[in-house]
């Protein structure tokens, strides 16, 4: 089977687990998007339902001051994904995401991630498993950052 969609997302987490016919019914969820040079994916503060995982491009993980000042914590580049929380909690944005430059991707969406989970048990396990995996390497970098600021 020759899905270039596939042979690019297989090197994340949320997809690694899954062969190439589990990953087909997964791509039956997944929805292209494009944004623009400083185009908003989403904004801090608001209820998320999908994530998303970047194909070409680059974001800006972005906070604001409290004076309203944007700074940029962050930035997600190509293969790296975006908004994984929003499919396991119904808690709000922890940041803003903008487009650092002209960017492609593809989102999945809650309702989505969970139709996958009750109709395709053991693709939903797989897709757990690796959504866990990438919330603990953002926990993990985000402790190393905090190190790191603590001890400067």
Same mark, same amino acid.
């Given at each position: 089977?020759?899905?270039?969609?596939?042979?690019?997302?297989?090197?994340?987490?949320?997809?690694?687990?899954?062969?190439?016919?589990?990953?087909?019914?997964? %791509?039956?969820?997944?929805?292209?998007?494009?944004?623009?040079?400083?185009?908003?994916?989403?904004?801090?503060? %608001?209820?998320?339902?999908?994530?998303?995982?970047?194909?070409?491009?680059?974001?800006?993980?972005?906070?604001?001051?409290?004076?309203?000042?944007?700074?940029?914590?962050?930035?997600?580049?190509?293969?790296?994904? #975006?908004?994984?929380?929003?499919?396991?909690?119904?808690?709000?944005?922890?940041?803003?995401?903008?487009?650092?430059?002209?960017?492609?991707?593809?989102?999945?969406?809650?309702?989505?991630? %969970?139709?996958?989970?009750?109709?395709?048990?053991?693709?939903?396990?797989?897709?757990?498993?690796?959504?866990?995996?990438?919330?603990?390497?953002?926990?993990?970098?985000?402790?190393?950052?905090? #190190?790191?600021?603590?001890?400067?």
């Amino acid at each position: 089977m020759d899905n270039p969609l596939f042979e690019y997302l297989k090197n994340s987490p949320i997809f690694s687990r899954l062969d190439p016919y589990m990953f087909q019914v997964v %791509e039956n969820s997944l929805h292209f998007k494009q944004l623009s040079p400083q185009e908003v994916l989403f904004t801090e503060g %608001e209820h998320g339902d999908f994530m998303a995982f970047l194909l070409i491009g680059e974001l800006s993980v972005i906070k604001y001051s409290p004076s309203g000042a944007e700074i940029k914590v962050g930035e997600i580049r190509a293969g790296e994904s #975006t908004g994984e929380m929003a499919l396991l909690d119904l808690l709000t944005r922890s940041a803003t995401i903008k487009a650092a430059s002209l960017c492609a991707l593809v989102t999945l969406s809650r309702a989505d991630f %969970e139709r996958l989970l009750s109709d395709y048990p053991r693709i939903g396990v797989e897709m757990l498993r690796g959504l866990a995996i990438i919330l603990s390497l953002n926990l993990r970098r985000t402790s190393e950052h905090l #190190t790191r600021a603590v001890n400067a």
